[in-house]
């Protein structure tokens, strides 16, 4: 098994990288003998807020990452998140509050690293 890794640090808004992410990861999370992870720093952690509105015909990016959540798993950096007032209770389900130890272990268990 392939397991790749996924490190984020863009804001889900603004510019397209998250979304590329996004779509790389649960592109490669569909295929047989693929293992994704992701972790969220940074402004990426906003990525995982519950409860996202978007116009109409935009991409949602809490959809997006939800389909990462449920063939992977996805962590986010927990000192960002309170750099930025998010708490545990208002991210998506399934995705964790992380740390920079877990990301360690996450990227010396990684046969691939993608940095977005």
Known sequence: MTQTLFVLNDAPYGNERAYNALRLAAALAAREGQRVRMFLMADAVTCAKSG???????????L???KVVRKGEVALCG???DARGLRDD????????GTLAQLADWTAEADKLLVF
């Open 52 to 62: 996202q509105k978007v116009p109409e015909g935009y991409y949602n990016v809490q």
């Open 64 to 66: 997006m990452l939800g």
């Open 79 to 81: 000192t960002c998140m």
């Open 90 to 97: 208002e991210t998506i389900d399934g995705a964790t509050r």
